[in-house]
């Protein structure tokens, strides 16, 4: 099977089941009151598992990915740089990128650091917040 980025419209039991794998913070009527709000969810799926996911908001042009994680057995293997390309490629209107990094823990924070800076990400004036422009396709 091919590793697969999906929007997570109305997630099955199982993308449940692997959600509650990847926040594990969160419980389903949280999750379903993020959809029910308008937050858009985003996953990576091989075998008909969610591997990674995220959480996106949408206001104007401009897009806030948080809650960005990668299952721990499946990190350093590209699926994190896969996710987040297809979301900006799945957005193709959003044409500024907000990466949140609150609620991170510590021991992760410098490696998703490092990995935003290589993607084109750049620090702002908020410490929780990094920030890349994409410039519109004509």
């Not at 297809?86 to 998703?112: D, M, S, T, V, Y």
Request: glycine share 6%; proline share 4%.
């Amino acid at each position: 099977m091919r590793l697969t980025i999906i929007p997570l419209v109305n997630p099955t039991e199982q993308q449940y089941i692997d959600l509650s794998k990847i926040w594990i913070d969160q419980n389903r009527s949280q999750l379903i009151q993020n959809l029910e709000s308008g937050v858009q969810f985003y996953g990576a799926r091989f075998n008909e598992r969610l591997l990674a996911a995220a959480k996106v908001s949408i206001h104007q042009q401009q897009g806030v990915i948080y809650d960005f994680n990668v299952r721990e057995v499946t990190r350093r293997r590209g699926v994190g740089l896969y996710l987040l390309q297809e979301i900006c490629r799945q957005l193709p209107e959003i044409h500024i990128w907000i990466f949140n990094l609150q609620g991170i823990e510590p021991q992760n924070k410098i490696a998703l650091e490092q990995f935003l800076s290589a993607c084109g990400f750049r620090p702002t004036e908020n410490d929780q917040n990094w920030q890349r422009h994409i410039e519109p396709l004509i």
